[in-house]
């Protein structure tokens, strides 16, 4: 089993920056994958980013370039830092987790609200 939690979120201007952070703990050998999701009110849960065990990181096109995703291994902790943030941006964002990355996760945190607004 793996527990996830997120945090960071908050509310934010356009323009502005946060960073996420998603702690991972529980049972589990070896690296493990996270991602990044998100779902805006009223739309469907949207892939954001990436973090393999290996490999570099992969993000969605909505938010490449603004987005930056990193992880501590020895804290087993994965980060989402957003730069240059707009409205669309808003939503509750999720980290998900496990052995290995693709869809469908088994592991979920609970989500953190990010809203920006001016």
């Known amino acids: 089993q793996v527990q996830l939690v997120e945090s960071g979120g908050g509310s934010v201007q356009p323009g502005g920056s946060l960073r996420l952070s998603c702690a991972a703990s529980?049972?589990?050998?070896?690296?493990?994958?996270m991602a990044w999701f998100r779902r805006a009110p009223g739309k469907e849960r949207e892939w954001v980013a990436t973090?393999?065990?290996?490999?570099?990181?992969s993000y969605a096109t909505s938010v490449k370039g603004r987005f930056a995703v990193s992880k501590d291994n020895a804290k087993n902790t994965a980060y989402l830092q957003m730069n240059n943030l707009n409205p669309e941006d808003t939503a509750m964002y999720y980290c998900?987790?496990?052995?290995?990355?693709?869809?469908?996760?088994?592991?979920w945190g609970q989500g953190t609200q990010v809203t920006v607004s001016s």
């Open positions: 529980g049972t589990f050998s070896g690296r493990i994958c």
């Open positions: 998900a987790a496990d052995k290995t990355c693709g869809s469908p996760y088994p592991y």
């Open positions: 973090i393999p065990t290996q490999d570099i990181p």
